[in-house]
């Protein structure tokens, strides 16, 4: 089940997780300290999108050339990314404004 697409697709969600974790603090990062309650919402949002990585890219017939594994590599940052995002906004951006 597991196969190397497996390894690209995981690695590209982690590191769609992470840069969004980073990139709000790296972008601001003088006027803007790191907030640890970001972690857990990190952990989750990852755990998630591996999950979901795991199902979508275990059922695909991906060719072995390089076009279609790029394309997997930033279809799941992309999907990383929403995640985190998606996560970041409602459960810890909302709560804010109540």
Known sequence: MFTYEVEIATCAVFLG??????????ERRDSVTFDNKYIPSFV?????AFVQTTLIVAN????DTAGPKI??????????WGTSDVINKLGIDWRKEK
């Open 60 to 63: 695909l017939q991906i060719p």
């Open 44 to 48: 989750g949002s990852f755990v998630l």
């Open 17 to 26: 997780c992470l840069l969004r974790l980073l990139l709000p603090y790296l």
């Open 71 to 80: 394309l997997l590599f930033f279809t799941m940052f992309l999907e990383g």
